[in-house]
């Protein structure tokens, strides 16, 4: 809800640090997509995108890609990713090859485990991407409330629970480089 957005952000404030965030399933209930996006620019001021998938560099050989895999016109926890944020992915991961990337969504493309009314609908198309390239490329995602880490190649599939139900917990992720890895 409105309140909800304004609550959160509020409570965001305190922590003095920069936020961003990526849509999920439960994050516009009772208002169109749009309108909560506008919740979010309202009340972030580093969110100044102009939809709720984009990219940016915070230091020159990072790569961030946030994409939003929520069906807006049906009652749904499953995902799927647009044609459009597909091509904008493969797009992105292109003139980023010699980056590091780190790429946020709500919905797993590898499941934790194993739900078919919470599944990304195209998992199948959005990995094939990811596996035409080669650099270190790590997915950050939520909505199973389960914690999994998995790696396939160059890609790790980072899945962290909810902090409002079991388990409850957070991930603090650090990537280092170093001269023969990330």
Known sequence: ???????????????KYPSLNTFGNHDFWGMTKEEALAEVKKYNPSYTFSDTYYAFSPKTDYRIIILDATIKDRKTSNGELPPEQLEFLDNEL??????????????????????SEHALLNAKEFNNILLKY???????????????????????????PSMVTYPMAFRHIKIVNFKDRV
């Open 1 to 15: 809800t409105k309140e909800n957005y304004y609550n959160y952000y509020y409570l965001l404030t305190k922590l």
């Open 94 to 115: 292109a003139q980023a090859k010699d980056k590091i990337v780190v790429i946020a969504l709500h919905h797993p493309p590898v499941e934790p485990f194993v739900a």
């Open 134 to 160: 080669k650099n270190p490329i790590v997915v950050l995602t939520g909505h199973y409330h389960a914690a999994k880490i998995r790696r396939i190649g160059n890609i790790i599939y980072v899945s962290t």
